[in-house]
């Protein structure tokens, strides 16, 4: 299920592009985005547990959530525009790096010099990466890019107190209906004519991220963590094919050369955090014996 979502949202990154190429606004994009989603939820919810389901008595803590998401979603969106597919993706492996960085700062999270090494040599990929000196692509890019990322690590901070009353399924859903109204204000004011294959552009955009989102969230009901996030890096490989495929654009050198140092750092992340939790299970195991 993971490696499924992964290949949808490269899936829907495709389209992002392409629809903004044929004349679409990020904003137009967001909205398909959200919409599309928020159908294709509530129809998996009704057909399954029902939408009585998903009532909340935490909804302050997912209007902040709705919040953040679409911030950080309008960055990478934004990114994605403006950087290749490959660039882009490998970018927006700095999640884990940057959720490190407010674990420790915001749940005072004990992060020891190991976890620390790992988001030092990951911000040097990033830097490798973007080349701030260089004009291989837009800055803006990369730094629309790089807040997209901090923006969803932020939300991995909120999701971690959501989800100790929330199920993940509710959680995607009220993320989904928060977000359409306003959304649909912006969509208002920006929406304008598009070729026929523009609107499919934009159809695929909510349709294939709404697909993406349920077999993320599935991924997670049905596997640890740890197993399953490593999985997300194999979206370098889709990146890089369809930008090459579709734009006709192969990752410049720099990337090359950068993106195996984010990647290591990320993955040295996920382990450290990995055995850190099965420690803390193993001691409470033996303190309740």
């Known amino acids: 299920m993971r490696l499924t979502s992964v290949l949808v949202f490269a899936s829907m990154n495709v389209c992002i592009k392409l629809a903004e190429r044929g004349g679409a606004s990020v904003s137009e994009i967001l909205?398909?985005?959200?919409?599309?989603?928020?159908?294709?939820?509530?129809?998996?919810?009704?057909?399954?547990p029902g939408l009585a389901s998903v009532a909340t008595t935490r909804l302050p803590a997912h209007v902040l959530r709705a919040v953040v998401g679409l911030t950080a979603m309008a960055f990478t969106f934004n990114g994605i525009v403006a950087l290749p597919l490959a660039e882009a993706t490998t970018i927006g492996f700095t999640v884990p790096i940057f959720a490190t960085v407010l674990g420790a700062l915001v749940l005072?999270?004990?992060?020891?010099?190991?976890?620390?090494?790992?988001?030092?040599?990951?911000?040097?990929?990033?830097?490798?990466?973007?080349?701030?000196?260089?004009?291989?692509?837009?800055?803006?890019?990369?730094?629309?890019?790089?807040?997209?990322?901090?923006?969803?690590?932020?939300?991995?901070?909120?999701?971690?107190?959501?989800?100790?009353?929330?199920?993940?399924l509710t959680t995607v859903f009220w993320f989904s209906a928060l977000s359409v109204l306003p959304l649909s204000l912006l969509y208002?004011?920006?929406?304008?004519?598009?070729?026929?294959?523009?609107?499919?552009?934009?159809?695929?955009?909510?349709?294939?991220?709404?697909?993406?989102?349920?077999a993320m969230t599935s991924s997670l009901r049905l596997g640890?963590?740890?197993?399953?996030?490593?999985?997300?890096?194999?979206?370098l490989l889709w990146?890089?094919?369809?930008?090459?495929?579709?734009?006709?654009?192969?990752?410049?050198?720099?990337?090359w050369l950068g993106a195996?140092?984010?990647?290591?750092?990320?993955?040295?992340i996920v382990w450290r955090e990995h055995r850190r939790r099965r420690v803390l299970t193993e001691e409470a195991t033996a303190g309740s014996g």
């Open 31 to 48: 909205f398909f985005r959200q919409f599309g989603a928020c159908l294709l939820v509530a129809a998996v919810i009704a057909a399954g």
């Open 108 to 168: 005072r999270e004990p992060t020891g010099w190991h976890r620390w090494a790992a988001v030092a040599t990951g911000f040097v990929g990033v830097l490798i990466v973007a080349q701030p000196s260089g004009s291989h692509f837009p800055l803006w890019g990369a730094g629309c890019a790089l807040a997209g990322a901090f923006g969803t690590a932020t939300v991995t901070i909120l999701l971690r107190r959501i989800g100790r009353t929330e199920s993940a």
């Open 188 to 214: 208002a004011g920006a929406a304008q004519a598009h070729p026929v294959a523009t609107w499919f552009c934009l159809a695929g955009v909510g349709g294939l991220g709404g697909i993406a989102q349920i």
């Open 224 to 235: 640890p963590v740890s197993v399953v996030v490593p999985m997300d890096y194999s979206s």
């Open 260 to 268: 195996p140092i984010i990647v290591a750092s990320g993955l040295y």
């Open 239 to 255: 990146a890089t094919l369809f930008g090459w495929l579709v734009f006709d654009v192969l990752p410049a050198s720099a990337t």
